[in-house]
């Protein structure tokens, strides 16, 4: 009786799990269908770094040299230093500013928590992968190590022992500008994959409120970059309506326009 009872409850908590999977795979889909069936169009946003207001979130600090790899094109014949920091696999260890963890923790690549990743998995955000970060403790940290910290302004005594498991998050590029923000691929090596870009004005480029994104050029993501700009990650608005609904940290939203 007690085997029949226990496996009773088991198929239970079975049931539940599925039917909760369901509901969020539900909610998804009427999420998309009712722009169609209201007409309207999908906002995107461009995510910023929130620093924390009563006290500052910790933000991601490297210990190593960047990630560059020497490129000797016998196409173009150029010499150049190819940034890695994007590419799968690329080992760069960090430690944690301090001990308050956002979920979205901000490094040159974005990582995020434990919690996050298990948000956007359950609701099917798409338009990224994932991979295991490297967080060091301040026990792992060599003399010049440590010096080296200190010079970047890091106070030693605020890096965690037991920092927590963050995750590289891995956006493709796969969005364009419109031409009306003067962010123009003037030539791209099929070789060594060097591109070219020009601006009318760098100081607008920079600027946010003068880029836009080509609608004809987002293709339904979550979460995606912009060709000559790759640094910044752009999203939909039902990744900020996700965020906000499991109150998740370390972000701000600041909407750009699609033409």
């Not at 007690?2 to 079975?14: Q, T």
């Not at 060594?192 to 946010?208: F, I, L, P």
């Amino acid at each position: 009786m007690g085997r029949m009872i226990a496996h009773l409850y088991l198929l239970h908590d079975v049931c539940q799990s599925r039917i909760h999977r369901l509901f969020f795979y539900y909610r998804s889909i009427c999420w998309k269908v009712e722009y169609i069936l209201e007409g309207d169009e999908m906002r995107y946003y461009c995510l910023e770094i929130d620093e924390g207001e009563k006290e500052p979130y910790a933000y991601g600090a490297s210990v190593g040299e960047w990630p560059r790899k020497e490129i000797h094109c016998p196409l173009c014949q150029r010499e150049w230093k190819k940034s890695t920091m994007y590419d799968w696999g690329t080992d760069n260890p960090i430690v944690l500013s301090n001990d308050n963890y956002p979920d979205f923790l901000w490094f040159y690549i974005n990582h995020i928590s434990g919690k996050a990743k298990d948000v956007l998995e359950r609701e099917k955000i798409t338009g990224y992968s994932l991979e295991k970060a490297h967080v060091l403790s301040v026990r792992d940290l060599s003399d010049l190590q440590l010096k080296e910290l200190r010079r970047q302004g890091i106070r030693i005594h605020k890096i965690p022992t037991e920092p927590p498991v963050y995750h590289k998050l891995h956006v493709a590029v796969s969005a364009e500008f419109y031409k009306k923000s003067n962010v123009i691929l003037l030539d791209r090596c099929p070789e060594c994959g060097y591109e070219t870009y020009s601006a009318e004005n760098k100081e607008r480029v920079e600027a946010r409120d003068y880029l836009y994104l080509r609608e004809e050029s987002l293709k339904g993501a979550d979460l995606f970059r912009a060709k000559g700009y790759g640094v910044t990650v752009y999203c939909s608005e039902r990744f900020v309506e996700v965020y906000k609904r499991h109150e998740l940290t370390g972000l701000t939203f600041t909407e750009i326009e699609v033409l």
